[in-house]
């Protein structure tokens, strides 16, 4: 019954206090680690297809005696660094497509490629949604983005022609998302397990621990899945507070983005708030299959050492934004 809380409250400590410690450095340093951190990612991105795979998929770093590191998860931190830093030194040129569009497509280019060696799908969306937003936001026209969109389509044409291996996934995928019944024992087993958790659950759950679906029924119960055990043991009324707990999330990270001392402390709030609140929409989204499957975790909840340091960190940059506002507020 510990195997996963234990790792995971040692990793929830270490997070605290890196949240810690962001929260009392000035955000404007991160200005000069942008660019070391994307190509650390880069670097870590290139290092994990030489990993052993796991369910198919090559996505985590094996470290000797420490235990997994999932450079995606660095992606996603480098992504909203760089984006930050280029647009508030550049955001009266955004309207260019010299300015606006190139060196992003460029950064999101190169990463989704490498993240859909792995292949890693969920991944390369919530990147791709992350730089569009911050984009869009940072003043990028709007004719760009549909060139953008015409760009998407030839780039996931392109991908399904070089690396076919992702034609198959991506198929059965698709398959099992719109009739998960008919591979009850197969591709849609995680599926129909999940739905049968989050109905089970009825209106308010049948208790904390409670669960009889995480006990080798829903695969990675713990993980991609935790939230249908949500809605099992805490029923409607839990899994609604959940979902009103990331809509707080993101109203307070609205709100500390508009009272951003400047352009680069908003960025790296919206970038931060957005990362998590996308990923949960896109997590609860899959396990009540209202989307594929694209195993993507629940941010804060879903085990996953690297996830949780990387997010409390991310938060701890935001109370940085927060506390440097109030500071020159008063």
């Known amino acids: 019954g510990y195997a996963f809380i234990r790792p995971q409250l040692l990793f929830a400590a270490i997070g605290i206090a890196a949240m810690y410690a962001a ?140 690396l076919p291996d992702l034609v198959p996934y991506a198929a059965d995928r698709l398959n099992s998302w719109l009739d998960p019944f008919a591979d009850p024992l197969g591709d849609g087993h995680q599926t129909i397990q999940s739905l049968y958790a989050i109905g089970s659950g009825g209106a308010t759950g049948l208790g904390l621990g409670n669960s009889r679906q995480k006990y080798l029924y829903v695969p990675e119960p713990q993980n991609d899945f935790i939230f249908s055990i949500v809605c099992e043991e805490l029923g409607f009324v839990g899994a609604c507070l959940v979902i009103l707990l990331f809509m707080l999330l993101l109203l307070r990270g609205i709100s500390i983005a508009l009272k951003a001392p400047d352009k680069f402390g908003a960025l790296l709030t919206v970038g931060f708030t957005v990362q998590v609140v996308l990923q949960a929409v896109l997590n609860i989204a899959v396990v009540t299959n209202t989307i594929p499957n694209t195993g993507i975790s629940l941010p804060f909840f879903s085990s996953g050492g690297t996830s949780l340091m990387m997010l409390l960190g991310e938060m701890g940059i935001v109370l940085s934004v927060s506390r440097q506002a109030v500071q020159e507020k008063y």
């Open 23 to 162: 929260s009392r450095v000035d955000y404007h340093i991160y200005h000069k680690l942008a660019w070391p951190m994307l190509g650390v990612s880069v670097v870590l991105l290139v290092l994990v297809l030489f990993m052993p795979e796991y369910n198919g998929c090559k996505r985590w770093i094996v470290l000797p005696g420490l235990g997994t590191l999932q450079p995606s998860e660095i992606a996603k931190f480098s992504v909203i660094l760089v984006f930050s830093h280029i647009i508030s030194l550049n955001h009266q040129k955004m309207k260019k497509f010299s300015v606006g569009v190139v060196p992003f497509a460029v950064i999101l280019g190169g990463l989704a490629v490498l993240m859909l060696l792995e292949p890693h799908l969920s991944g390369t969306l919530l990147i791709f949604g992350i730089g569009a937003i911050l984009m869009f936001v940072g003043g990028t026209g709007l004719r760009w983005f549909g060139m953008a969109a015409g760009g998407g389509v030839a780039a996931v044409a392109a991908a399904l022609i070089f």
